[in-house]
């Protein structure tokens, strides 16, 4: 369907413009997929957070703690975290 990650966000993108919930939703689903690239899952992350930002603290919490990530996509995905939480 999708040739490569980021066909995936650019869908996502797209349908944030008619759809926030499905966007929110298809954001989510690439920040939480482990077979996605670092830096597009930190990248779906941040866009829901744009759409959802109650949603995001999940997908930057299960990036966080992925050992397979690397290190510096894991603190990015920490510091989003907190600013999410932050009041």
Do not use: W
Not at 4 to 33: K, Y
């Amino acid at each position: 369907m999708y040739e490569d990650d980021e066909g995936r966000i650019d869908a996502a993108e797209q349908l944030a413009e008619h759809n926030p919930h499905a966007a929110a939703e298809a954001f989510s689903a690439i920040a939480c997929d482990q077979a996605v690239g670092d830096e597009v899952r930190l990248s779906a992350a941040e866009l829901l957070a744009d759409v959802d930002p109650g949603a995001a603290a999940p997908a930057c919490l299960a990036i966080a703690r992925d050992g397979a990530v690397g290190d510096e996509v894991r603190r990015s995905a920490a510091e989003r975290l907190a600013a999410l939480a932050a009041p």
